[in-house]
């Protein structure tokens, strides 16, 4: 399976622990996305990578929330302290792009659900 | 601002009619793209149609079609002669500067035999 994928798919945790998700985008994507999808919403943009820079920070995205993608290639999304309000699903997407101002489609994983209890 | 509106949270039909997504937006930028993605059950995201907004040109993919109307901010998808499999979940979102996208709420479609 070429697309992109993520691990692990369903997390639950319990308030107050630390939880690290994994994006594996599509190998010759450069950029990289999280969101955030909860109950009955869209999905919310968090943060956005282009290789290995950070580019674009959303205010979702308390201190508690750090994002890395250390060699340009997977990307891990780690929550500190959960609370219940951090439950969701996490979604990753990745796309190819060289310019701010084109679209270029992105594609996405099947998401990480998360439970804090 | 940017926004995505969809304003029906919820629909049914029967097996075979025609239903319309609506899909109202908001940006100040000149150059942007729409979008819509579908969500099945099972959850991931299914791109279905990208339009920037330079193309007005409706389009037509089998029993899908969208109308773009820049006049009213409008991106309405159009599912005709509609199947079970057509139930899930449609996002509309717009992209302006760089790759962040904007999703509306998203409709639930329930598609009854």
């Known amino acids: 399976d070429t697309g992109v994928s993520q691990d692990p798919r369903h997390k639950i945790t319990k308030r107050g622990q630390n939880v690290t998700f994994r994006c594996d985008p599509i190998s010759e994507h450069n950029r990289l996305y999280w969101y955030r999808q909860t109950l009955g919403q869209g999905p919310e943009f968090l943060t956005y990578?282009?290789?290995?820079?950070?580019?674009?920070k959303s205010r979702l995205l308390s201190d508690r929330f750090s994002a890395e993608r250390p060699k340009g290639s997977f990307s891990t999304l780690e929550i500190q302290r959960t609370e219940q309000g951090d439950s969701a699903m996490y979604l990753c997407?990745?796309?190819?792009?060289?310019?701010?101002?084109?679209?270029?489609?992105?594609?996405f994983g099947p998401g990480t659900r998360l439970t804090v209890l | 601002a940017q926004k995505v509106t969809q304003a029906q949270t919820e629909i049914s039909v029967v097996e075979k009619e025609d239903v319309t997504l609506d899909c109202v937006y908001e940006t100040r930028d000149t150059t942007y793209y729409l979008f819509w993605y579908k969500q099945p059950p099972s959850g991931e995201l299914v791109f279905l149609i990208r339009r920037n907004s330079f193309d007005e040109q409706n389009e037509i993919s089998g029993r899908y079609s969208w109308n773009f109307q820049k006049s009213t901010s409008s991106f309405n998808f159009t599912i005709t002669a509609s199947q079970v499999v057509d139930s899930a979940v449609y996002f509309c979102?717009?992209?302006?500067?760089?790759?962040?996208?904007?999703f509306g709420p998203g409709t639930s479609l329930s598609v009854i035999p």
């Open positions: 990578f282009q290789n290995e820079a950070q580019l674009e």
């Open positions: 979102a717009l992209k302006t500067s760089y790759d962040k996208v904007i």
């Open positions: 997407a990745s796309s190819f792009g060289t310019s701010s101002s084109s679209y270029n489609e992105q594609f």
